[in-house]
């Protein structure tokens, strides 16, 4: 609906392809295990490590905490890819 004259276009923020790549082999996951956890094919997994499409902001969100869960990775370190609601409690 970006095209009312009061409304801006929203772009959901996409993480670099580059860092895609580098978080999921720091938790030691192949792309067909990372893409099951997010609900993706590996093939779509591959096309955003290459930047061929963008990843989806809520694949990434949902890849990240996943792994805080987990204990993998720090929520702090994170926060500028996290909604706060989703840090609280």
């Known amino acids: 609906m970006a095209n009312h004259p009061n409304r801006k276009a929203r772009v959901a923020e996409s993480p ?4 895609i790549a580098d978080t999921r082999s720091g938790v030691l996951q192949t792309q067909a295990e990372a893409a099951a956890e997010v609900y993706a094919t590996a093939r779509t997994w591959q096309d955003w490590e290459a930047g061929r499409r963008r ?5 990434w969100e949902l890849f990240l905490l996943a792994h805080c869960a987990a204990g993998h990775l720090r929520a702090q ?6 909604r706060p609601a989703l840090l609280a409690g």
């Not at 670099?16 to 860092?19: Q, V, Y």
């Not at 370190?77 to 996290?82: A, G, K, L, Q, S």
């Open 55 to 59: 990843m989806p902001r809520a694949a």
């Open 16 to 19: 670099p392809p580059e860092l």
């Open 77 to 82: 370190d994170w926060r500028e890819w996290i």
